[in-house]
């Protein structure tokens, strides 16, 4: 998908979407915080609401 500078500008100001990218770092790492699972499974959640809807 090309994404119009728009676009790309807003993703890049998301700041939920820069706290994603940490918190799988961490968990890759092996270095996980509880707030990281928190944040994943609440993204896990929403994406299947917006997909069941």
Do not use: C
């Amino acid at each position: 998908m090309v994404l119009s500078n728009y676009e790309f500008y807003l993703n890049l100001g998301n700041f939920a979407d820069f706290m994603l990218v940490v918190s799988w770092k961490r968990m890759t790492l092996g270095e996980k915080i509880d707030s990281d699972e928190v944040l994943l499974k609440h993204e896990i959640l929403e994406s299947d609401l917006v997909i069941n809807l």
